[in-house]
Structure formats: structure tokens, C-alpha cells
């Protein structure tokens, strides 16, 4: 199971219509419902009004949809090619390899039964391609991928949340693995590279919190504004911010990507704030930050000797789709 969910990844073609992400999410979604039985569909398909599709989780815990265990070959190929209409090779990779973890967990805790590496929950809710809005979801143990689309061509991708435990594999056939180590390395040699440059703003805290502020709800706010401004830093530096910032949204298919960036952009480049709490050297717990005015970026590595990070992306009007699903049916009326 575990090596065919990472092997199919790779592995399937992306269906006509490649460059429009709305068209290529309905084409695989319609497929994949149609691979099911009606016992199957019944778990996989919910109204797109049902409650649980802003039930945003990464701890583990049982879900609604229906997991790949669940599934025969041919429906999980359906379900990859589902997740691979909306992520890139780089999220495909990132995501795969976070499944692949439940199993090092598994043999780390002995305990297969909770670490099930087929344990993640596919959902599709509402009817593909309605221009009133419908989306999906993958989920399990540090990985929520949810997808909004509204009026046939509007994509929204928020929240979007991916885990490591560990952070770092330092045992075993995995030994070395760090699925989201760009995450943790570009934010560390910026924050280092502030400090050397005598903006000591950027240290909000000796003692990093336990865990993402914004955790598991469902709406996300504002917190206090923490660190340096992006006004207030060179070409170079901004830059290095722009990278750590596309690391987020480059989970995603480059136009989906795009779309986003220019909207994070257009809100105000110079009104976005990075900050860093905890040790700055590699083993130390920290926590980091981006917030501009649309947008929040989270990530911490606190939990088991700071060996376990939690990296998430929030938007303050637009998670599950809520400001494109508000414009659409006010343009309606």
C-alpha cells in the first residue's frame, strides 16, 4: 500500500486541459466518483454545505471521506490524479513523502494501527464544475489540502497545512529525509542574515510557543504584528523573503501559484512582517512568521526535541473559497 500510494504520484499524465486548473480538478473529480460504488460515494461525496467542509484538521484523528485503504489501484489512481489537477511537482513530492513518515512513525512507536500510512481521507463536496462553488479535500496526520472553486475559474487554496514528524529521519532506510527542509532553511538564513545586518527586530522572542498560533481554526486572524517590515529591508533581503514566501504557495500548480503571489503582492509587499522567535541554530526549537494583510505563514519546530514542525498558510478572507464564493454570489444579485 505505502509504496504504491507513493509510486502513483509520479507516475500518472495529467489530463487535457493541463493549464486550466478549475477544468482539470472537475475532469478528475468526475472520474474519480465515478470509480466508486454507491457504499464508497456515499463517504466520499458530502453537500458542499455540510459542516465538515470547514472542519480543518492535521492532528490525527478519524475523518470524513473515504481513505486510500479504502480504495482499489484504479481508485487511488483516480484520487492522485484528483490531487495532482492542484499541486505541483513540488507539493506532490512534499505530500507524498509526509504519508511515507506514518510509516517510520509506525516502526519509531510500534504501533501500525495509528501510524497507517493509507489513512488519509479523500472528499469531494458539492457537484464538480457547479459555478455556485464546489471543492475537495485531502487529508490525514499533517497534510490538509483544500481546494475551493468558484464560477468555474476561481481557485482558492487556503488553509493549506503540511507536517514532518520527524522533522528529520535520523534512523532507518529514510535516514536523512527532511521533507520540509526549505521551509525551515531559508526562514533560518534569513532571520540570521537580518541579525548580522544589525535588524535585531527580527527576534520577537528568546523562547519559541509551543505550537502554530492560528493551530486548527477554522477562521484565521491577524496577530500581533512581530519582526521587520519588508519596507525596511534591502533588494536582497526581500527577495529572500519572496522565496521563502513562494515556498508555500509553490505547493501548488504554477498558475494556481501565481494567481496567489500577485495577490499577496498587490495588498502591499511593504506591509508584510517576518519574524522569528527561539534559537537560530539548527536543533533549536524556533518559530516563525509572515503576515501581511491578507495572509498568515506559521511554522514551528517545538515538539519532540524540536524534531516535529508544523508549517501552515491561512488567508484571512479566503479560506475554503469564503471571499470568492461572497464576490461571485454578490455579483449575482
Known sequence: MKNLLLSLFFTLPLLAGEADPAATSKAAADNFLASLDPAQKSKAALPFTSDERENFRYTPRERAGLTFKEMTAAQREAAMALIDSALSEKGKLK?????SLEGVLAEIENDPVKRDPGKYYVAIFGTPGDPKGW?????????????????????????????????????????GLRVLAAEEDLARTLATTLLAAGKTDVIFSDKAPAEILSFENRKATALDPVGVLSSDLTGIQRSALLTLISEYTGRYRPE???TDMAKIKAAGLEKIRFGW?????????????????????????????????????????????????????????
Open 277 to 333: 522567535a527561539g534559537g537560530t541554530q539548527p536543533g533549536e526549537p524556533y518559530y516563525y512568521r509572515i503576515q501581511g494583510p491578507t495572509f498568515l505563514m506559521e511554522a514551528a519546530n517545538t515538539q519532540n526535541n524540536a524534531n516535529h514542525v508544523h508549517a501552515t498558510w491561512r488567508d484571512f478572507t479566503g479560506d475554503f473559497g469564503r471571499d470568492l464564493l461572497g464576490e461571485h454570489f454578490s455579483g449575482q444579485h
Open 135 to 175: 471543492g475537495w479535500r485531502l487529508e490525514g496526520h499533517h497534510i490538509s489540502v483544500n481546494l475551493t472553486l468558484v464560477g468555474g475559474k476561481y481557485v482558492s487554496v487556503t488553509p493549506s497545512f503540511l507536517g514532518s514528524n520527524p522533522g528529520e529521519v535520523r534512523q532507518g532506510a529514510k535516514k
Open 95 to 99: 505530500t507524498s513523502q509526509i504519508m
Open 256 to 258: 494556481i501559484a501565481a
